[in-house]
């Protein structure tokens, strides 16, 4: 599977993005599909994560209410919405594919190049 996130770039506080990730190589469909984030001189830290299905999906506290992560499986693609942007939003952006519904990098099976979001205050 090969991932290519898309979609990042600048964007003043207050503003929305969408992200996307589409996936090549076989079909995502049957995979938890999440997003992971990495600010300068930080660590990689979980977004949210969509079912295989759509049908459920967890956010981290930081981002809940904020952003939303949905999926078209006959395109083969994920989406992440980000809404009121802020400045400390601003990382590199990767989508990954993985087995299980899980908040944890390390059991995803499958990753994107990462798309860069900055956010200007």
């Known amino acids: 599977v090969q991932l290519q996130a898309s979609g990042g770039g600048l964007a003043q506080a207050g503003g929305s993005l969408r992200l996307s990730c589409a996936a090549s190589?076989?079909?995502?469909?049957?995979?938890?599909m999440g997003w992971f984030r990495q600010a300068p001189g930080k660590d990689r830290e979980f977004v949210g994560v969509?079912?295989?299905?759509?049908?459920?999906?967890n956010y981290a506290e930081s981002v809940k209410g904020q952003f939303t992560v949905s999926r078209d499986n006959a395109k083969n693609t994920v989406y992440l919405l980000m809404n009121s942007l802020k400045p400390e939003d601003t990382a590199v952006y990767y989508c990954?594919?993985?087995?299980?519904?899980?908040?944890?990098?390390?059991?995803?099976?499958?990753w994107g190049q990462g798309t860069l979001v900055t956010v200007s205050s």
């Open positions: 190589g076989r079909t995502v469909s049957n995979y938890a």
């Open positions: 969509i079912n295989w299905s759509g049908s459920s999906a």
């Open positions: 990954a594919a993985g087995r299980w519904l899980t908040t944890v990098a390390a059991t995803y099976d499958y």
